[in-house]
C-alpha cells in the first residue's frame, strides 16, 4: 500500500439487533445509532457521508432515500451510497478521507431481513441466466462450500458454541441457546451453523489527521485497509479456500504484526475455518469475541459491525491491533479485511 | 481533490429499446471494451472497478456486480457498486476518480447499466405500503407537479418544454450511440403526442433505453491517449420529505454546483463552460437546471433556451449528445453524460463536436430532485 494519509475510527453505535420486526422502518432504526456516534464524537455535521443497505431487503426501491431523511440531511451534504454491506461505504470513505480536503466521515448501514425469505432473496444475486434457474438458495451454495471445506461436525459445533455464548455477553447480539439439536437444513449445516434472520443498524465515524486525536482519547487507525472480488461462478473457484480474502489480507498487512482480536464476516460457520487459514490469523487470536455474525447478522450492517467491534477493542484500550473482514456475494466471492491499531 | 485525474477512455454501447442480443454482462463488457480500446489498454491494466446502476429491481438481479464481477474482468480486484438514485451514473464516475484522486490505484474502470427491457421501470420505482402510499405514477408523475410550479413561478411560455424536445433530438441525429433517431423531428410533431402527465407529453419525456457506458479513469502517470482532466467534483444529497425545501430549484443543486465551480475555478458558467451534458429526462428540466445551475438567474432559464443559445450552435450548447430525452439507460444515464463531456474536450465528439471546447460540465441528478453529482473536465491540466 502507497503512502496514505492516518485515518482512524473514532467512534461506534449499533443498534440491539432483534430477531424479529419490532415494527420500527429503516429510518428508525437508523437514527438511534446516528444519534450515538454524534453524541461521542460531538459531531453534528460531517465532511462526507456514506451509507450501505439493499432494496430487496424490503423489497421496495430506494431504502437509503429514507434514511437521508433521518439523518437530517440539511443544509445538503456530500453524500454517496453503495448496494453492498456498510463496510464498502467505510472504504468509500476511507478512500475520499485520503484526497486530503475532508476530515470526518460519517458511515452507517441498516438492513432489515425480517421482512422477506432472506435465503430466497439472496438468491436473486445469482448470475440470472445460468445460476438462479438452477433453484439454489443461499444455504444450498453455502452448504455446498461447506461439503468442499470438510470440516469435522465438531468443530463446527464449537465455533457455534463459542459464537452464541459470546453473542450472549453482548448487550446488542441476540439471546441464542449454545446448544441446539436438529436434523440438517442442508446436509453437512445444521439450523445452527446459519446465522440468524437479523434486524439492526450501525454507524461508525472517521476522522484523518489531527482531527482523530481530537475526537477520541484512543483511535483505532486503520492501518491498513483493502478488498478483492473473485469469480463469481462457484466452478470457478476452489470453494474450499478463499483466494480473494487472502489477497486483501496481505494488502492490508494483516502478518505484519500480532493479531489480538479478528472480528469475521462468516455466516456460516464453515466461513470461519476458511477465513482464519485465509487471513492466516495466528492460533491466540480471539476470534468473533461479540459472537459474530453466528449471533447477530443485520445484512448490509454486518461487515461494518465487523470493523467497529474490532475498533471498539482499541478505542476502550483493551486491545492495541485488531483485524476485520467483511464479505459479500455468494460463498465469499468478495472480502474485505482492514486492519486496525492504536 | 487530491492527486490529478484524467478520463483516457470511453465506450458506449447503441442505446435501444431491447437488446435482446446480449445478456446484462454481455452488455456492459461491450462498454467496457470499447472503453478499454479507446485507452489503449486491455482489463490487465485496469486496477479496481467500480459500476453504477439504478435500483436493482430495474432487472431483477439484487446487487449484480458479484455476477459482472467476471464479465468486467473485476476478477482478483476491488470491485465496487454504487446507488445513489437516477445520480448514480454521475456517482459512479466520482467514487472511480475518487480513487485516483486519493491516490489508491491508478487505473479505474467504471461501468454503469440498465436494461430497462429486462423489468418495468415505472413499476419498480414506484414504492408501495407500508412504506409510502404507492401512487404508481413512476418519475413523470412525481416531477410533473415541480414542472408546473417552475411554469407558475417564472411565467414561462408554454412552447419552451417543445423546444426542448426538439432541439435535444436534432442533436441526437448526430450521435451515433443515440437512441431515439426521429427524422423528421418538429415543434408540430411533439405537440402532436399525448399529453402524459400535464404539461409533460409523450415527446417531451425520456425513452426506456437497454444500454451501457464505460470510462477508463487514470492516474497523471498513467495516462494513455488524449485525456480529459477532471477539474472539480462535487455530490450534494438533501432529504425527501423536508418540508421546506423547494423542490423546483433545490438547494443542494446548487450547492453541489458551487462546489465544483469553485473548484474548477468557474465565475460565471455560461461564460466559463463551453458545453454542458446535464440531465433532463423531462423536456422543461433545462430550463429548471439552467437556473439551479446558475447558467441564468432564476425566472430567466426560459428565455436562455428560447434565444437558441443552448443549441449545438449557440453560445452555450446543452447536450449536444442529444441528452437524457435521447438514450435514457437509467442508471448509466448520469456516467452518459459525464463521459460525453470528457469526449467534448478530449475533441472526439464526432459530429455534435462543439468546435473549440476546452471545459465541459457533466450533470446528474436523481430521487426526489434531491442527489446531485457533477463534474468539470477541461482539455488542459488543472
Given at each position: 500500500?502507497?503512502?496514505?494519509?492516518?485515518?482512524?475510527?473514532?467512534?461506534f453505535?449499533q443498534?440491539r439487533h432483534t430477531g424479529?420486526?419490532?415494527?420500527?422502518?429503516?429510518?428508525?432504526?437508523?437514527?438511534?445509532?446516528?444519534?450515538?456516534?454524534?453524541?461521542?464524537?460531538?459531531?453534528?455535521?460531517?465532511?462526507?457521508?456514506?451509507?450501505?443497505?439493499?432494496?430487496?431487503?424490503?423489497?421496495?426501491?430506494?431504502?437509503?432515500?429514507?434514511?437521508?431523511?433521518?439523518?437530517?440531511?440539511?443544509?445538503?451534504?456530500?453524500?454517496?451510497?453503495?448496494?453492498?454491506d456498510?463496510a464498502?461505504?467505510?472504504?468509500?470513505?476511507?478512500?475520499?478521507?485520503?484526497?486530503?480536503?475532508?476530515?470526518?466521515?460519517?458511515?452507517?448501514?441498516?438492513?432489515?431481513?425480517?421482512?422477506?425469505?432472506?435465503?430466497?432473496?439472496?438468491?436473486?444475486?445469482?448470475?440470472?441466466?445460468?445460476?438462479?434457474?438452477?433453484?439454489?438458495?443461499q444455504l444450498?451454495?453455502a452448504a455446498?462450500q461447506a461439503s468442499a471445506l470438510g470440516a469435522s461436525r465438531d468443530e463446527l459445533d464449537r465455533i457455534v458454541r463459542r459464537s452464541r455464548t459470546a453473542g450472549r455477553e453482548n448487550p446488542y447480539a441476540l439471546d441464542l441457546p449454545a446448544d441446539e439439536d436438529g436434523g440438517f437444513l442442508v446436509e453437512p449445516l445444521k439450523a445452527h451453523d446459519v446465522a440468524p434472520v437479523t434486524?439492526g443498524?450501525a454507524?461508525?465515524?472517521?476522522?484523518?489527521?489531527?482531527?482523530?486525536?481530537?475526537?477520541?482519547?484512543?483511535?483505532?487507525?486503520?492501518?491498513?485497509?483493502?478488498?478483492?472480488?473473485?469469480?463469481?461462478?462457484?466452478?470457478?473457484?476452489?470453494?474450499a479456500r478463499s483466494?480473494?480474502a487472502?489477497?486483501?489480507a496481505?494488502?492490508?498487512?494483516v502478518?505484519?504484526?500480532p493479531v489480538e482480536v479478528a472480528e469475521l464476516h462468516a455466516q456460516f460457520s464453515h466461513e470461519e475455518i476458511i477465513l482464519r487459514e485465509a487471513l492466516e490469523l495466528p492460533a491466540d487470536t480471539v476470534v468473533n469475541p461479540s459472537g459474530g455474525p453466528l449471533a447477530a447478522n443485520p445484512v448490509?450492517a454486518t461487515g461494518l459491525i465487523r470493523i467497529g467491534e474490532a475498533a471498539r477493542r482499541i478505542?476502550d484500550?483493551s486491545a492495541s491491533r485488531t483485524v476485520a473482514h467483511a464479505a459479500?456475494?455468494?460463498c465469499l466471492?468478495?472480502n474485505?479485511v482492514a486492519v486496525l491499531?492504536? | 481533490?487530491?492527486?490529478?485525474?484524467?478520463?483516457?477512455?470511453?465506450?458506449?454501447?447503441?442505446?435501444?429499446?431491447?437488446?435482446?442480443?446480449?445478456?446484462?454482462?454481455?452488455?456492459?463488457?461491450?462498454?467496457?471494451?470499447?472503453?478499454?480500446?479507446?485507452?489503449?489498454?486491455?482489463?490487465?491494466?485496469?486496477?479496481?472497478?467500480?459500476?453504477?446502476?439504478?435500483?436493482?429491481?430495474?432487472?431483477?438481479?439484487?446487487?449484480?456486480?458479484?455476477?459482472?464481477?467476471?464479465?468486467?474482468?473485476?476478477?482478483?480486484?476491488?470491485?465496487?457498486?454504487?446507488?445513489?438514485?437516477?445520480?448514480?451514473?454521475?456517482?459512479?464516475?466520482?467514487?472511480?476518480?475518487?480513487?485516483?484522486?486519493?491516490?489508491?490505484?491508478?487505473?479505474?474502470?467504471?461501468?454503469?447499466?440498465?436494461?430497462?427491457?429486462?423489468?418495468?421501470?415505472?413499476?419498480?420505482?414506484?414504492?408501495?405500503?407500508?412504506?409510502?402510499?404507492?401512487?404508481?405514477?413512476?418519475?413523470?408523475?412525481?416531477?410533473?407537479?415541480?414542472?408546473?410550479?417552475?411554469?407558475?413561478?417564472?411565467?414561462?411560455?408554454?412552447?419552451?418544454?417543445?423546444?426542448?424536445?426538439?432541439?435535444?433530438?436534432?442533436?441526437?441525429?448526430?450521435?451515433?450511440?443515440?437512441?431515439?433517431?426521429?427524422?423528421?423531428?418538429?415543434?408540430?410533431?411533439?405537440?402532436?403526442?399525448?399529453?402524459?402527465?400535464?404539461?409533460?407529453?409523450?415527446?417531451?419525456?425520456?425513452?426506456?433505453?437497454?444500454?451501457?457506458?464505460?470510462?477508463?479513469?487514470?492516474?497523471?502517470?498513467?495516462?494513455?491517449?488524449?485525456?480529459?482532466?477532471?477539474?472539480?467534483?462535487?455530490?450534494?444529497?438533501?432529504?425527501?420529505?423536508?418540508?421546506?425545501?423547494?423542490?423546483?430549484?433545490?438547494?443542494?443543486?446548487?450547492?453541489?454546483?458551487?462546489?465544483?465551480?469553485?473548484?474548477?475555478?468557474?465565475?460565471?458558467?455560461?461564460?466559463?463552460?463551453?458545453?454542458?451534458?446535464?440531465?433532463?429526462?423531462?423536456?422543461?428540466?433545462?430550463?429548471?437546471?439552467?437556473?439551479?445551475?446558475?447558467?441564468?438567474?432564476?425566472?430567466?432559464?426560459?428565455?436562455?433556451?428560447?434565444?437558441?443559445?443552448?443549441?449545438?450552435?449557440?453560445?452555450?450548447?446543452?447536450?449536444?449528445?442529444?441528452?437524457?430525452?435521447?438514450?435514457?439507460?437509467?442508471?448509466?444515464?448520469?456516467?452518459?453524460?459525464?463521459?460525453?463531456?470528457?469526449?467534448?474536450?478530449?475533441?472526439?465528439?464526432?459530429?455534435?463536436?462543439?468546435?473549440?471546447?476546452?471545459?465541459?460540465?457533466?450533470?446528474?441528478?436523481?430521487?426526489?430532485?434531491?442527489?446531485?453529482?457533477?463534474?468539470?473536465?477541461?482539455?488542459?491540466?488543472?
Amino acid at each position: 500500500m502507497r503512502q496514505v494519509r492516518d485515518v482512524a475510527v473514532v467512534a461506534f453505535a449499533q443498534t440491539r439487533h432483534t430477531g424479529h420486526d419490532t415494527g420500527a422502518s429503516e429510518p428508525e432504526l437508523i437514527l438511534p445509532v446516528l444519534e450515538e456516534v454524534r453524541a461521542q464524537t460531538g459531531l453534528r455535521r460531517f465532511d462526507f457521508t456514506c451509507s450501505g443497505s439493499c432494496d430487496y431487503l424490503a423489497g421496495a426501491p430506494f431504502s437509503f432515500v429514507s434514511a437521508l431523511d433521518a439523518l437530517g440531511a440539511w443544509p445538503p451534504i456530500s453524500e454517496s451510497h453503495v448496494e453492498m454491506d456498510a463496510a464498502w461505504a467505510l472504504y468509500e470513505a476511507w478512500v475520499r478521507l485520503q484526497h486530503g480536503d475532508a476530515d470526518t466521515a460519517l458511515v452507517y448501514g441498516f438492513g432489515k431481513s425480517s421482512m422477506g425469505d432472506l435465503r430466497a432473496i439472496m438468491t436473486l444475486q445469482l448470475d440470472p441466466y445460468y445460476l438462479a434457474p438452477l433453484g439454489l438458495d443461499q444455504l444450498s451454495y453455502a452448504a455446498l462450500q461447506a461439503s468442499a471445506l470438510g470440516a469435522s461436525r465438531d468443530e463446527l459445533d464449537r465455533i457455534v458454541r463459542r459464537s452464541r455464548t459470546a453473542g450472549r455477553e453482548n448487550p446488542y447480539a441476540l439471546d441464542l441457546p449454545a446448544d441446539e439439536d436438529g436434523g440438517f437444513l442442508v446436509e453437512p449445516l445444521k439450523a445452527h451453523d446459519v446465522a440468524p434472520v437479523t434486524d439492526g443498524a450501525a454507524a461508525v465515524v472517521l476522522a484523518a489527521g489531527d482531527r482523530a486525536g481530537e475526537l477520541a482519547t484512543r483511535p483505532a487507525f486503520i492501518r491498513g485497509i483493502a478488498h478483492r472480488i473473485e469469480p463469481h461462478y462457484l466452478g470457478m473457484r476452489d470453494l474450499a479456500r478463499s483466494a480473494s480474502a487472502a489477497d486483501a489480507a496481505r494488502a492490508a498487512g494483516v502478518g505484519k504484526g500480532p493479531v489480538e482480536v479478528a472480528e469475521l464476516h462468516a455466516q456460516f460457520s464453515h466461513e470461519e475455518i476458511i477465513l482464519r487459514e485465509a487471513l492466516e490469523l495466528p492460533a491466540d487470536t480471539v476470534v468473533n469475541p461479540s459472537g459474530g455474525p453466528l449471533a447477530a447478522n443485520p445484512v448490509m450492517a454486518t461487515g461494518l459491525i465487523r470493523i467497529g467491534e474490532a475498533a471498539r477493542r482499541i478505542l476502550d484500550g483493551s486491545a492495541s491491533r485488531t483485524v476485520a473482514h467483511a464479505a459479500g456475494g455468494p460463498c465469499l466471492q468478495h472480502n474485505l479485511v482492514a486492519v486496525l491499531e492504536a | 481533490m487530491g492527486n490529478r485525474c484524467a478520463v483516457i477512455g470511453v465506450g458506449q454501447t447503441k442505446y435501444t429499446t431491447k437488446r435482446q442480443d446480449v445478456s446484462i454482462a454481455g452488455l456492459v463488457r461491450e462498454a467496457a471494451l470499447r472503453a478499454l480500446e479507446d485507452a489503449g489498454l486491455t482489463f490487465a491494466d485496469i486496477d479496481a472497478v467500480v459500476v453504477g446502476k439504478a435500483p436493482d429491481l430495474f432487472e431483477g438481479v439484487m446487487m449484480p456486480e458479484a455476477y459482472l464481477a467476471d464479465a468486467l474482468g473485476a476478477a482478483g480486484k476491488p470491485m465496487m457498486r454504487v446507488h445513489t438514485a437516477g445520480s448514480v451514473g454521475g456517482s459512479t464516475a466520482l467514487v472511480g476518480a475518487s480513487l485516483i484522486q486519493g491516490g489508491v490505484h491508478d487505473r479505474v474502470l467504471v461501468v454503469a447499466f440498465e436494461k430497462q427491457s429486462e423489468s418495468n421501470a415505472t413499476w419498480a420505482l414506484s414504492t408501495h405500503l407500508p412504506f409510502n402510499a404507492s401512487l404508481v405514477v413512476g418519475a413523470g408523475g412525481y416531477f410533473a407537479p415541480h414542472i408546473r410550479e417552475y411554469i407558475r413561478r417564472s411565467g414561462a411560455p408554454a412552447h419552451i418544454g417543445t423546444l426542448v424536445a426538439v432541439k435535444d433530438r436534432l442533436n441526437a441525429l448526430k450521435n451515433p450511440y443515440a437512441h431515439l433517431k426521429i427524422h423528421g423531428i418538429s415543434r408540430e410533431m411533439v405537440e402532436s403526442t399525448p399529453m402524459l402527465w400535464e404539461p409533460i407529453r409523450y415527446l417531451e419525456t425520456c425513452p426506456s433505453s437497454d444500454g451501457a457506458c464505460a470510462m477508463v479513469l487514470a492516474s497523471e502517470q498513467a495516462v494513455t491517449g488524449t485525456p480529459a482532466w477532471v477539474h472539480g467534483t462535487a455530490m450534494r444529497s438533501e432529504p425527501i420529505f423536508r418540508a421546506g425545501r423547494d423542490t423546483v430549484n433545490p438547494q443542494a443543486g446548487k450547492d453541489c454546483a458551487a462546489d465544483v465551480y469553485g473548484q474548477a475555478g468557474i465565475a460565471d458558467p455560461r461564460r466559463d463552460i463551453d458545453v454542458a451534458e446535464v440531465y433532463v429526462p423531462f423536456s422543461w428540466y433545462e430550463p429548471m437546471w439552467l437556473e439551479n445551475l446558475g447558467f441564468a438567474a432564476e425566472g430567466e432559464g426560459w428565455k436562455l433556451t428560447e434565444s437558441g443559445a443552448t443549441a449545438l450552435d449557440g453560445d452555450i450548447p446543452w447536450n449536444a449528445s442529444g441528452g437524457v430525452l435521447s438514450s435514457n439507460p437509467i442508471g448509466a444515464s448520469g456516467l452518459i453524460r459525464f463521459a460525453e463531456a470528457a469526449l467534448q474536450v478530449r475533441g472526439m465528439a464526432g459530429e455534435h463536436q462543439v468546435d473549440g471546447a476546452r471545459r465541459a460540465l457533466g450533470h446528474a441528478y436523481g430521487g426526489g430532485a434531491q442527489f446531485f453529482a457533477m463534474w468539470i473536465v477541461g482539455s488542459e491540466k488543472p
